[in-house]
């Protein structure tokens, strides 16, 4: 059965930080690009974080940018997004996808169910 969990979200005060885990099973995420994404009430789904599959090259969106740094673990077929610096503005649900051709893909192939991150006094 081809998965995408994610896990560590929860609740943390601005300044704070998370590490977020994009665990597969199924497949091997060798093989794949891995995006972060995230949606806010009322908003959008927005990336988030990327990295790819062939070089391992990692993107941030400007939001993020050297807040956010985005890792593979690929003993642990795991993918991490470590989370510092968290804003309020930073709460959202945040989801991982996995895409067999690229970080720039219009449509990833598997998606997880996301975890509730909150960043909140």
């Known amino acids: 059965q081809v998965q995408l969990v994610e896990s560590g979200g929860g609740l943390v005060q601005p300044g704070g930080s998370l590490r977020l885990s994009c665990a597969a099973s199924?497949?091997?995420?060798?093989?794949?690009?891995i995006g972060w994404f995230r949606q806010a009430p009322g908003k959008e789904r927005a990336g988030v974080s990327c990295i790819s599959s062939s070089d391992s090259s990692t993107y941030y969106a400007d939001s993020v940018k050297g807040r956010f740094t985005i890792s593979r673990d690929n003993a642990k077929n795991t993918v991490y997004l470590q989370m510092n610096s968290l804003k309020p503005e930073d709460t959202a649900v945040y989801y991982c996808?996995?895409?067999?051709?690229?970080?720039?893909?219009?449509?990833?192939?598997?998606w997880g169910q996301g975890t509730q991150v909150t960043v909140s006094s």
């Open positions: 996808a996995a895409d067999s051709e690229s970080c720039g893909a219009r449509e990833y192939d598997y």
């Open positions: 199924g497949f091997t995420l060798d093989y794949y690009a």
